[in-house]
């Protein structure tokens, strides 16, 4: 039998293979800094077997308040995963127990999405007659920072921006973008082609490259965490943070969504902007509405858990819909969806998905397009 991560997003350490029933792994961190949770690698050899595999550090992960009701996933074939019943936290340790049909098996922490689909994604883009894809510059590893330019810019055309990925062990972001890109470059659908004529959409896909290929749970390769990055980002340490900002500030902003995924929380839920300084009565209705029809779009999405006020203190600024919301005074909300399960729509096969991200993403367009038309009828 044998263990492997060496290939994108590949992330664990093993510390023993001698019991198929006593597996000893242990959290590999982000390779610059000591976060860890995420995990990805194959099994090979151990069709027919039961296999107990224990993760020794899961304690030491940065949210072991996200083990208590998770279960791993699984794949034969890296396209179509299945949760593993038999996952338990106890003593500290993350317990896994399969027995695998086959002899090659992968293991993680959610569905990966992986920097090939990526740009398969981009390919996708650059063939419609609506959106382009472009460069905004590189990674700290020297790779590209895309952003997917949806509709022609105009006066008349509200700025859109909605990024992902910013930390790289939430794939559900990724999966939401697809989703939303799909629907949104559909010339038959009346939402998108309605979205298209009142704006113009700034969609970064993927923000953490580096980190998303190294198997990171939240940094990028220089160890940041580009999520506290936005008051004062550099060059050397979060290009980018730095990039995207800037073409921010060429563009404008009239409405900010970044998609995350949270350890703990078994929700939909949004991290909202109403303790930014200077947030307006304006906006804070705005985002009122914003969120109503998030609800009306999809029923996955609620409104009574979420975080807790003042959870991010002094650093609140640092954070991407925070640091948008104050310098455009606009609707910047941070959206975060379940590892585990949504508990108000509990799917007791596949909990959270990939899927059921993808349907999320192509329903936020309904949302956005609701916004979009509130703003429209305030200016006639």
């Known amino acids: 039998m044998r263990i492997s991560s060496n290939f994108d997003s590949g992330a664990i350490e093993v510390v ?14 982000d390779n610059a800094a000591e976060f860890r949770q995420w995990f990805h690698y194959r099994v090979q050899g151990a069709a027919g077997q039961h296999l107990v595999m224990r993760f020794e550090n ?31 936290y106890e003593d500290g340790q993350l317990i896994v127990e399969h027995s695998p049909e086959r002899n090659s098996v992968y293991y993680a922490y959610f569905e990966p999405y992986s920097h090939e689909r990526h740009l398969d994604l981009l390919g996708r883009v650059e063939m419609s007659p609506f959106a382009e894809v472009r460069n905004l510059g590189a990674s700290v590893e020297g790779r590209d920072i895309d952003v997917v330019v949806v509709g022609r810019p105009r006066p008349d055309k509200q700025p859109v921006w909605i990024t992902a990925r910013q930390h790289p062990g939430e794939t ?11 629907r949104l470059l559909d010339g038959a659908d009346p939402v998108s082609r309605r ?14 490259p ?29 290009p980018e943070v730095l990039l995207v900002r800037d073409e921010m500030e060429r563009t404008g902003v009239s409405l900010f969504l970044d998609i995350h ?14 303790e930014v300084p200077g947030f307006s009565a304006q906006a804070l209705a705005r985002q009122s509405k914003l969120i109503a029809a998030f609800k009306q779009a999809s029923p996955d999405v609620q409104t009574e858990h979420g975080y807790q006020a003042g959870r991010f203190g002094e650093e609140m600024l640092s954070l991407a819909s925070k640091w948008v919301a104050h310098r455009f005074g606009c609707v910047a909300l941070t959206l975060e969806m379940p590892f585990k399960d949504n508990a108000n729509l509990p799917d007791g096969v596949s909990g ?21 038309s509130e703003g429209l009828s305030r200016t006639d």
């Open 352 to 372: 959270w998905s990939a899927a059921r991200s993808r349907i999320l993403g192509s329903a936020a367009l309904v949302a956005v397009l609701a916004h979009l």
């Open 172 to 182: 559900m972001a990724s999966w939401f973008i697809e989703g939303l890109l799909e």
């Open 195 to 208: 979205v298209r004529e009142l704006a113009t959409l700034y969609v970064v896909p993927n923000m953490n």
């Open 261 to 274: 995924g949270d350890e703990e929380l078994p929700y939909v839920f949004f991290s909202t902007a109403e």
């Open 210 to 238: 580096d980190g998303a290929i190294r198997g990171n749970l939240r940094t990028n390769a220089a160890g940041a965490n580009l999520n506290r990055e936005w008051q004062s980002p550099s060059r050397a340490r979060s």
């Open 16 to 29: 023993s293979l001698a019991d198929p029933e006593n597996i000893r792994l242990r959290l590999r961190p």
């Open 58 to 88: 899961a304690a030491e992960a940065a949210y072991p308040g996200g083990w208590p009701g998770y279960r791993a996933l699984a794949s034969y074939d890296r396209q179509n995963w299945f949760r593993v019943a038999a996952t338990r």
